[in-house]
């Protein structure tokens, strides 16, 4: 788990403000599974006449999924997306609210029988927010902790209230943004345990603090009635505190590394804890030490589950491994081994729930009435009380044989992204996943268009290679399990390419097509047509949509630094600023099937996460300035390095006039035929054509990249290049990368050839 880095205090920072950034997640074609490891498994035991229940998994592609659970299946029915990383926990709290946190900093609250309706978000802490705890029957209060040594204790009633008349300006919660909260003041609990007022928000509900750890925390639980909490992390050590107050009440240490996992029995009086020292330690609150050690495990212990009369204990971890453990009698047994880590358990009648690192989720039998009755069946062990017990058995050969091969019932994910390459076009990128299969996707449409299966991803990477030189506008992780590509002003506006090579037929050949805008035009087609719908915006005869503000005037055209132009077609005219045409063209449409996700973050609230199909059209102080500014009123901002300069002679030797004086300068993707027109049409103005092609011999010029001229550019002999005769299909940017390769300034030399 990586650790973000806290924002601080820039008001009176120097540095340029860094604009907010836009992503969208992309998604194969079967959106009802998970593509990342699930952290999070709650359960909901349903009271109807078909005995139906239901699983809700949290997931580190971000999202949380409501499966309806029958004997034999499993079927998604709701997915909540509003987190913007990794969701790390999630409890059931009351009747229908499902509680959730996550890496990016919030904790938010659900109807956990909507169609994933988010009803509050909570920002209160600084970093990865890690664990939840919940009391069985207080459905009023949520604890969370996290990265930054934060606990807050959460009244939900408090928290979800209205907010007054002067702060609904600032309530979005009804579209799942951020949530709304009350007036209040901030309980401070400090070290010496006293409460003291603090009131840093002048403005919306606060929790209780349980101040006190100084390192990160990893694990929490509550009892059924509320009025305790325990927390562990990486101090090693289990505190307990009275959650009315946030006040700590003791500090129980023995074990040796982090604790990951935490259990309260009903009464609060019993506390089981793993951690990553391998060891489950069973501790006695009243008596404030711990009462048993258990040397169950060969690697930490990441997840805990007791039967309701916390006699046994069920416990899965790193070593890939679910034991069940008599607390009394520290009899020990392996139930099932699979192939990855352990992260989450849950029980759920016969049966226990198993979350693990890999997308998919399964239930493995157990006996919940008798868990007596499984060591019947052989195969046990004493689990010893010191930390090498287990693996000293290991080496003496005593490896316990697991009860259960097979699970009973499969939840089943799809593989994660685990690589990926942007391919030189900057339009495609290849992926592999966890399974091994190897993809082409194409990023301004968000879909696959090819599959090549299990091969080799390296080699497939070289038979993609292709000579050409476009800008990285788009940069992308699969943090995920997914691509999530991200877009940042002013980069993102740098890349662009003619109407023909991107099979535009809508437009001229030589139509400049910047590829960020049309992408940002795709995906927010939906939205701007729902924004149509509501605001009644006006076509014109030519499809166009007006705005408010008036469009710009003139087009840029290039010259060169002499300040004499170089006659070019339509498309070294920068056409995107003359134009606010919202037709979305063929290679930048996206799926409303399987449609890719928005993550971004307006002028107000933070970070938000959402289906372009799900946008309604009044997001506008929702996203960032400068995407409105492109996709509304079609303006770009100033970019960097859209030009390339060079200078053209003739080639050494020649007898072919001088054409220009200066270094000239012209698109990056302009191409060389181009060029050779120019260079053409500049020898007409001097020279009849007929007497040009006579004098030479029936030739016509062709472009070099060489050595001609070389002394009159002050260039040295080690800076000379063999010439070499250019691909008229290839862009001034190709050849300086892929054949110039120097810092210098591009030398382009024109020379006549024999029968051309």
């Not at 562990?232 to 009315?244: F, H, I, L, Y």
Request: glycine share 8%; with cysteine.
């Amino acid at each position: 788990m990586h650790r973000v880095g806290s924002a601080g205090n820039t008001s009176n920072s120097v540095r340029a403000r860094k604009e907010k950034r836009l992503t969208y997640v992309l998604t194969d074609a079967n959106d009802t599974k998970h593509c990342a490891g699930v952290n999070s498994l709650a359960l909901r035991k349903s009271s109807a006449p078909d005995n139906c229940s239901y699983l809700f998994t949290g997931s580190r592609d971000g999202r949380l999924k409501r499966w309806e659970v029958s004997e034999n299946s499993a079927t998604c029915s709701a997915t909540f997306e509003s987190h913007v990383d990794w969701v790390n926990d999630a409890v059931l709290v009351g009747e229908n609210t499902l509680v959730s946190c996550s890496s990016d900093t919030t904790v938010k609250t659900w109807d956990c029988f909507s169609d994933g309706t988010c009803t509050g978000t909570f920002r209160q802490h600084t970093d990865y927010v890690t664990c939840l705890a919940s009391a069985e029957r207080n459905g009023n209060i949520v604890a969370s902790g996290g990265l930054g040594g934060e606990v807050f204790i959460w009244d939900l009633e408090g928290a979800l209230a209205p907010l007054t008349k002067s702060n609904e300006g600032d309530d979005d919660c009804s579209n799942g943004i951020n949530g709304s909260f009350p007036v209040t003041s901030l309980r401070t609990i400090s070290s010496s345990n006293s409460i003291s007022s603090h009131t840093n928000q002048p403005q919306g509900y606060v929790p209780v603090v349980a101040k006190g750890h100084k390192e990160s925390v990893y694990a929490l639980a509550m009892n059924d009635s509320g009025t305790l909490l325990v927390s562990g992390g990486t101090e090693k050590a289990v505190r307990v505190w009275d959650s009315r107050t946030g006040s700590k009440t003791m500090k129980l240490r023995g074990h040796t590394d982090n604790v990951r996992a935490l259990l309260l029995d009903s009464t609060g009086r019993f506390c089981l804890s793993g951690s990553s020292d391998s060891m489950i330690r069973l501790w006695d609150l009243g008596q404030q030490r711990c009462v048993h050690s258990y040397a169950v495990h060969m690697d930490s212990v990441w997840a805990l589950a007791s039967t309701p009369s916390f006699s046994h204990v069920y416990s899965g971890g790193r070593d890939l491994s679910l034991y069940l453990t008599d607390l009394a009698t520290r009899e020990s047994i392996l139930l099932c081994t699979r192939e990855h880590p352990i992260q989450k358990l849950a029980l759920h009648d016969d049966g226990i729930w198993v979350a693990t690192t890999d997308s998919s989720v399964h239930r493995w039998p157990i006996e919940d009435h008798n868990p007596q009755q499984v060591f019947q069946r052989g195969g046990s062990f004493l689990a010893g009380n010191l930390s090498f017990s287990r693996a000293r058995a290991s080496l003496e050969g005593s490896t316990p044989v697991p009860v259960y091969r097979e699970p009973t019932l499969t939840v089943k994910g799809i593989p994660g992204i685990v690589q990926h390459e942007i391919l030189n076009n900057r339009r495609h990128v290849l992926t592999k996943d966890n399974g091994g299969s190897v993809k082409l996707w194409e990023i301004t449409k968000g879909v696959v268009i090819q599959d090549y299966g299990q091969v080799s991803f390296e080699k497939k990477k070289e038979e993609l290679f292709e000579m050409v030189s476009i800008p990285a506008w788009f940069t992308v992780d699969s943090r995920l399990g997914s691509l999530s590509v991200h877009l940042d002003t002013p980069q993102c506006f740098s890349a662009e390419m003619y109407a023909i090579d991107l099979n535009i037929t809508e437009k001229a050949e030589d139509d400049k097509i910047n590829l960020a805008r049309e992408t940002l035009k795709g995906l927010l087609a939906h939205w701007l047509a729902k924004k149509k719908v509501k605001y009644g915006s006006q076509p014109l005869a030519n499809g166009e949509v007006t705005s408010g503000r008036d469009r710009d005037r003139d087009r840029d055209r290039d010259r060169d630094i002499s300040g004499r132009s170089i006659t070019h077609s339509r498309v070294e005219v920068d056409a995107v600023n003359g134009e606010n045409d919202c037709v979305v063209y063929p290679p930048f449409e996206f799926s409303t099937t399987s449609p890719p996700s928005v993550i971004t973050e307006g002028s107000q609230g933070g970070q938000w996460r959402r289906k372009i199909t799900e946008l309604d059209g009044v997001e506008d102080e929702e996203f960032p300035w400068w995407v409105l500014d492109c996709v509304l009123h079609n303006r770009l901002p100033p970019r960097e390095n859209t030009k390339c300069s060079f200078y053209l002679q003739p080639y050494e030797g020649s007898a072919l006039q001088i054409l220009t004086q200066g270094k000239l300068s012209a698109p990056r993707i302009l191409r060389i035929h181009k060029v050779v027109n120019y260079v053409v049409e500049k020898m007409v103005v001097e020279k009849p054509l007929d007497s040009l092609i006579n004098d030479a011999g029936g030739q016509l010029p062709l472009p070099f990249v060489g050595d001609g001229s070389f002394k009159s550019m002050g260039l040295k002999p080690w800076q000379k290049l063999k010439p070499s005769v250019l691909n008229p299909e290839m862009s001034l940017a190709t050849v300086r990368t892929y054949i110039w390769k120097k810092p210098e300034d591009l030398v382009l030399n024109y020379r006549v050839v024999p029968g051309r």
